[in-house]
């Protein structure tokens, strides 16, 4: 029983060391950062640096100058919901998409690989089928 004690006041000793150590490095770190703080133009670097961070957490928090730009437009990816990428028909929706990743635009044809359903609901949402451009070149052209 003895030999246990002592073992578990050395476990204990060594764990106060190492805290004690932690604490030491926390005391250094807090000193260094004051020192690097002390000028006014410091302060107000980390502050505009927190402060852009914290822009997109908080509601209305943002200056006109901070606000992200609007996106118009957004390529679609080449995978479906299912992983599985639009390289070879849909056995399971009886239509044949058209060949090759959709992120491959220069290689892809003008007929979009979309499914039927998908168009539709491109037609039927607000902002509509000018979101989508079936191919590399039909962008290429717009913006030229």
Sequence with gaps: MDQLLCEARAVRQ??????????????????AI???????????????????RATNKVRGAADAGL????????????????????????????????????????AQSARSPMTTSARSTLKDSPAGSPCWRPSWSACARKWA
């Design 34 to 52: 004051a020192k690097a703080t002390l000028l006014n133009a410091q302060k107000a670097l980390v502050h505009i640096a927190f402060s852009q």
């Design 14 to 31: 060594k764990r106060t060391y190492k805290l004690g150590e932690a604490l030491a490095v926390v005391g250094t770190e807090a000193e």
């Design 67 to 106: 606000k992200s730009r609007q996106v118009r437009r957004v390529p679609k990816g080449g995978h479906d919901a299912r992983g599985g990428q639009h390289n070879e028909p849909r056995k399971d929706e009886g239509e044949d998409e058209g060949g090759g990743c959709e992120g491959c635009w220069a």
